[in-house]
């Protein structure tokens, strides 16, 4: 296949920077006899997954993976690699307690953790400090990501139950390489990425920079991203380190929006999955559909000290910046039935499309934290205690006026084109919040098998929003807290047995509408979540670790209860939620040739209090009952360098609507690669092969309702092939 790619400048810029530092890094070798050590989280580069991560920033203890009461999984830049992920949807597969959550083509992705849906605010971190995912995210510069499943108020504080994500970025490292990648797939998408480290005197920088021609099977959905990432550190003494992190990020592209369940009875409601569709279509391809746009750019800045060998202190703080304009040709619901439809399509799958337009809204996420750990005796006990203090200011600064305009109905079977109407005429809604955190955590050894683990996080949280002409005002004040405690027996060195406790918050306004709710504007009290969670942990050898959980989560939703006057009354907690799952993993390497990371859930999710009797005792939607996970990487002996590998999934038992008569059927899929790492002139060579979905077996991905009230149908990604060759300089 024969294709052409043009790098924009400012990828063209950063590539040659990436070749000056290459060139520099011999004459920094040769310059400096004896580099001070760079302070790092990385250990080593990676070509192929090696799947023996030991720690995890994202649990907020000092104790390995294998010894904290937590259930956590670390997806690290081998894997990422290895599996040619480079989306968070993609990424998903990787563990059972993960799922899909509106994620489309173009679009800003979710994610769903044990059945939760996370909080694009509220439930992801970057390099352990609040940032927004309402933003695309690129690779290319991330080392891992941590992944922290369950009530995280004592790491987050005022987020949803489900979990914590954690990009961890590359660091420089002591040795200076470069590597650059070119990948390209079956349908024309291209990319280039570069990764360069070097030591500059005492200064390490590492910099990634990248250009991607997105291509898809959807009709007019290709784009493009740039992408490029600063990293330096440096030791200003023996104790102290500081660390500075630049991130830009670009993307362009098309979304592509979601079907919807066809109205076969004709009583205005959607009732029946479509039949397979054309899988190139792509409701949002008139001829007047612009892209979603995005820049964000993200700085951060840490130090570090060592006090002694016992007590460290750490001071950080980013600002991540974001400019998006949100376009689309919105189908929604359908008018051309005796009966209105909502949600979902006419029968002969017709459906109401809108001109929306929100461009130049502005989004800014300020975080700082300031914490002191150390560990001390007391009472015969040895402690490991974290004190901390920290905050965030967030700013949702969206145009005057958007457009959602009526421009008449097209069909999923045979689209037509319609007229624009870009009209600005809907008010848009702005938003201020702050808050400042205080926290802490002890962990106790209380016996040479018994630990303890304890810890509270208080918060103190300010909201405020109103449309652009300054009606609908809604501010708030509150003040939470958020504790957790665990307990550990360890019957061996290998093995741990732990029981958790924990809670988490919600906080929530009535909007501010006197023709809708009779406490308008109203606070509701904080809608506190409860996790318990028993498990255990078998290091089966030192590079395999096998993990067992089982959790009961109950989450309060605000709920509307009627009155005499005929208006609601919004209530805390007047809804219900339970989820109980169990989770097994293995993760690590069987032997120099195999390496697995597996995983299983079983997860029951209904709703056990509603002010609609109906629905007590209904499953929630989009939620699996069970899914499976299993990734298996082979080295082959007979051929040095060449390695297979295989990623098969299988999930069952999501709804699609509130009374579960609609379900997804059962779905499963397997991918594919193949690698051969050589030397070729001189060079360090490596080739990957990676197949998405190898039997091409088409399916209904997700359907989730958490979106403007309707049910949204994604489709299974064709058969991709994907190839690309990385050269080590």
């Excluded at 044990?114 to 690779?139: H, K, V």
């Amino acid at each position: 296949m024969a294709t052409t790619f043009t790098p924009s400048p400012i990828t063209a810029v950063a590539a040659a920077i990436a070749t000056a530092l290459a060139a520099t890094n011999a004459v920094g070798q040769t310059t400096t006899s004896s580099p001070q050590r760079v302070d790092t989280v990385t250990i080593t580069a990676k070509s192929a997954p090696v799947l023996d991560i030991d720690n995890a920033d994202v649990g907020g203890f000092s104790a390995p993976l294998a010894k904290t009461p937590q259930s956590v999984t670390v997806i690290g830049a081998d894997l990422l690699a290895g599996t040619a992920t480079q989306s968070l949807s993609n990424l998903l597969k990787l563990d059972a307690s993960l799922a899909d959550a509106y994620n489309t083509t173009g679009y800003i992705e979710s994610l769903s953790v044990r059945g939760f849906l996370l909080d694009q605010a509220g439930n992801f971190c970057r390099n352990g400090l609040a940032i927004s995912n309402y933003a695309p995210i690129a690779l290319e510069n991330k080392e891992r990501i941590e992944v922290l499943k369950g009530v995280a108020g004592l790491q987050s504080g005022v987020s949803a139950p489900g979990g914590l994500v954690n990009y961890v970025t590359k660091a420089p490292l002591r040795d200076a390489f470069t590597t650059a990648t070119l990948a390209t797939d079956e349908r024309g998408g291209a990319r280039v990425h570069v990764d360069s480290n070097v030591m500059l005197g005492s200064i390490g920088a590492r910099l990634n920079v990248a250009a991607e021609r997105l291509r898809n099977q959807f009709d007019r959905a290709g784009g493009d991203r740039q992408f490029a990432s600063l990293a330096l550190a440096t030791q200003l003494s023996a104790q102290t380190s500081l660390s500075a992190d630049f991130e830009y990020h670009r993307k362009s592209q098309p979304s592509v929006p979601g079907l919807g369940l066809l109205d076969r009875d004709g009583d205005g409601v959607g009732d029946t999955l479509p039949a397979p569709v054309n899988p190139r279509l792509n409701l949002n391809n008139q001829s007047w559909s612009l892209p979603f746009q995005a820049k964000v750019t993200t700085a951060e800045l840490a130090l570090k000290h060592r006090f002694n060998a016992d007590w460290s202190a750490r001071v950080a703080a980013n600002v991540q910046q974001s400019r998006i304009n949100d376009r689309l040709a919105f189908p929604d619901g359908c008018s051309n039935a005796p009966t209105y439809v909502y949600p979902g399509l006419c029968a002969n799958g017709d459906v109401d499309v809108y001109d929306f337009r929100s461009e130049g809204e502005k989004r800014k996420v300020a975080s700082w934290d300031a914490s002191v750990a150390g560990r001390f005796n007391a009472l015969g006990v040895r402690h490991d205690a974290r004190f901390g203090l920290s905050g965030r200011s967030v700013r949702n600064d969206l145009p005057p006026t958007q457009a959602y305009n009526y421009v008449g109905s097209t069909n999923i079977f045979a689209p037509v084109a319609l007229p624009a109407d870009p009209s600005l005429t809907e008010l848009n809604t702005n938003s201020r919040e702050r808050a400042v955190e205080g926290y802490a955590s002890l962990q106790s050894d209380l016996g040479a098998q018994l630990q303890s683990f304890a810890g509270v996080r208080v918060s103190r949280l300010h909201r405020a929003s109103e449309r652009s002409d300054g009606s609908r005002a809604v501010a708030y004040d509150q003040t939470v807290a958020t504790p957790w405690a665990g307990l550990a027996w360890s019957p061996s060195s290998a093995t741990m047995l732990y029981a958790s406790w924990g809670q988490g918050a919600e906080l929530e306004a009535v909007p501010n509408r006197p023709s809708r709710f009779v406490n308008y504007g109203e606070a509701l009290p904080a809608l506190k979540s409860k996790q318990v969670e028993i498990g255990g942990k078998w290091q089966l050898n030192p590079r395999m670790l096998l993990t067992a959980a089982a959790f009961s989560i109950d989450k309060p939703y605000a709920d509307d209860v009627a009155t005499t006057s005929g208006i609601p009354r919004r209530v805390a907690g007047g809804k219900e939620a339970r989820h109980r799952g169990v989770e097994l993993a293995a993760t690590g390497r069987l032997d120099e040739a195999l390496s697995l990371q597996a995983s299983l859930m079983l997860l029951d999710a209904k709703y056990t209090r509603a002010v609609d009797p109906a629905l007590v005792d209904q499953r929630v939607t989009n939620v699996p009952r069970s899914k499976a996970s299993l990734f298996a990487d082979y080295k082959v002996a007979a051929v040095p360098g060449l390695a297979l590998n295989a990623l098969a999934t299988y999930e069952s038992g999501k709804t699609a609507t509130a009374d579960g008569s609609v379900a997804l059927p059962s779905a499963w899929q397997l991918d594919a690669g193949v690698r051969y790492q050589v030397k070729l002139a001189g060079k360090s060579t490596l080739w990957r092969l990676n197949v998405e979905n190898l039997t091409n077996r088409v399916y209904w991905r997700e359907a989730p309702t958490t979106y403007w009230g309707g049910v949204y149908l994604f489709p299974s990604t064709p058969r991709t092939v994907r190839a690309s060759v990385t050269v080590d300089f």
